[in-house]
């Protein structure tokens, strides 16, 4: 199973981005699928997650500004980002939960300038 991010980049501050992710190979039935992000020097930390019948949760950093959404019939889930911040500056991480087993992404770089 593969898991491919796109759609990151710089933006300046205010502005919006949307992350895709489509997962490809054996897949059987992907449960919870999620996005992750990643800091210079930080911990990872979640910031969004989504079942497979659409419930949603999102952290409290981006929450009212991000919107993740997902396609079950592609195996793609999105990230929309609004209202960005230079702190939402990270690689993010497509996540899938799927046969008890956490596949993740590679990463796709957001840069926010001020």
């Known amino acids: 199973v593969q898991l491919v991010e796109s759609g990151g980049g710089l933006v300046q501050a205010g502005g919006s981005l949307r992350l895709s992710c489509a997962a490809s190979?054996?897949?059987?039935?992907?449960?919870?699928m999620a996005w992750y992000r990643q800091a210079p020097g930080k911990q990872r930390e979640l910031v969004a997650t989504?079942?497979?019948?659409?419930?949603?949760n999102y952290a409290d950093s981006v929450k009212g500004r991000f919107t993740i959404s997902r396609d079950n019939a592609k195996n793609t889930v999105c990230l929309q980002m609004n209202r960005l911040k230079p702190d939402d500056t990270a690689v993010y991480y497509c996540?899938?939960?799927?046969?008890?087993?956490?596949?993740w992404g590679k990463g796709t770089l957001v840069t926010v300038s001020s």
């Open positions: 996540n899938a939960d799927m046969l008890s087993m956490q596949w």
């Open positions: 989504i079942t497979s019948n659409g419930i949603t």
């Open positions: 190979g054996n897949i059987f039935r992907i449960n919870d």
